[in-house]
């Protein structure tokens, strides 16, 4: 469980705390109150964790070792749950995520269409 950033108690579950937005954001068990990871935070971890499977497979390919490359997936596995401990939560009004659920499915429909058109 994280700290939810309203009542500052732990109920905000690790699951929720991975997948939150602004336009989907973590729901507290205990206050109700509603966070999100930023979303600079949230890109910044998963590029490092990329960056890091992406050498393990280089140095894998490189040195002919299945150990090798299977070694660097296990550090950047443990780097990336290391740094979700370590994303902080922000608070976010209820109706500040319901305007940017909304604008989320607005750019989603209208990328659609544009697929579809093109």
Avoid: D
Avoid at 33 to 54: D, K
Avoid at 60 to 81: K, P, R
């Amino acid at each position: 469980m994280n700290t939810c950033p309203h009542c500052r108690q732990a109920g905000i579950k690790s699951w929720e705390k991975r997948f939150s937005s602004r336009g989907n954001p973590a729901t507290c068990t205990l206050c109700g109150g509603l966070s999100h990871v930023l979303s600079s935070a949230a890109g910044g971890t998963f590029v490092l964790t990329s960056i890091l499977m992406m050498v393990a497979i280089f140095v894998g390919f490189l040195t002919n070792s299945w150990l090798a490359g299977l070694s660097g997936y296990l550090l950047a596995a443990a780097y990336n749950v290391w740094a979700w401990q370590r994303e902080t939560l922000s608070p976010i009004l209820k109706e500040h995520a319901q305007a940017a659920n909304r604008a989320n499915w607005a750019v989603a429909t209208i990328s659609v269409l544009i697929s579809f058109l093109s």
